[in-house]
Antibody, heavy 119, light 114 residues
Framework: QVQLVQSGAEVKKPGASVKVSCKAS????????IQWVRQAPGQGLEWMGT????????RYAENLQGRVTMTRDTSTNTVYMELSSLRSEDTAVYFC????????????WGLGTLVTVSS | DIVMTQSPDSLAVSLGERATINCKSS????????????LAWYQQKPGQSPKLLIY???TREFGVPDRFSGSGSGTDFTLTISSLQAEDVAVYYC??????????FGPGTKVDIK
């Protein structure tokens, strides 16, 4: 079965960086985009970006350009999302999620990784 | 970016009654080349990840109970739960995937039991 297993919760200080991992299993890793979506406490869903595991190409949300980097390791079927210059507004649960099929419809979600930014 | 709005913000419905959630996009999400609406609905229960319910405005994802249905076209869409069950308490989000990669979500509608 499809599984997306994310790394554990993080606490970071403002200005620091965080790198969240997402290990995929149960399907052909190279055949489906991975989306990253975040959710601030009590808030809605915000798309952050997309990575194509086949070639590593990425697309990022405009408001995160320059601060977010998504990468993948095909040897371990893992994708990574790194967010730099953290600020308090980045406190959120970060989800990796599988795209249904190059469609930007999300059919499987990880459990989420809570990132807390606090001095 | 396409802005998605939802109404109401929250609603409380008696068990077995109908729940209706509306979603509106700031521009049409109808893909003319295949006449498909690029609109999905997700359910997020407390403390859980979102779950895909419907895509293409009206196609139920595999395994989703048939009490969930989606309708609408262009800019106006509706998610209907025909007979609310206790396990349907959740926040429901609509999402457009017309303007990829910049997908956007609605703000969510919270459904509770009256």
């Amino acid at each position: 079965q499809v599984q997306l297993v994310q790394s554990g919760a993080e606490v970071k200080k403002p200005g620091a960086s965080v790198k969240v991992s997402c290990k995929a299993s149960g399907y052909s890793f190279n055949s489906y985009y991975i989306q990253w979506v975040r959710q601030a406490p009590g808030q809605g869903l915000e798309w952050m970006g997309t990575i194509n595991p086949r070639d590593g190409s990425t697309r990022y949300a405009e408001n995160l350009q320059g601060r977010v980097t998504m990468t993948r390791d095909t040897s371990t079927n893992t994708v990574y999302m790194e967010l730099s210059s953290l600020r308090s507004e980045d406190t959120a649960v970060y989800f990796c999620a599988r795209d249904m099929g190059l469609s930007y419809i999300i059919d499987y979600w990880g459990l989420g990784t809570l990132v807390t930014v606090s001095s | 970016d396409i802005v998605m709005t939802q109404s109401p913000d929250s609603l409380a419905v008696s068990l077995g009654e109908r729940a209706t959630i509306n979603c509106k996009s700031s521009q049409s999400v109808l893909y003319n080349s295949n006449n498909k609406n690029c609109l999905a609905w997700y359910q997020q229960k407390p403390g859980q990840s979102p779950k895909l319910l419907i895509y293409g405005a009206s196609t139920r994802e595999f395994g989703v109970p048939d009490r969930f249905s989606g309708s609408g076209s262009g800019t106006d869409f509706t998610l209907t739960i025909s007979s609310l069950q206790a396990e349907d308490v959740a926040v429901y989000y609509c999402q457009q995937y017309y303007s990829t990669p910049r997908i956007t979500f609605g703000p969510g509608t919270k459904v509770d039991i009256k």
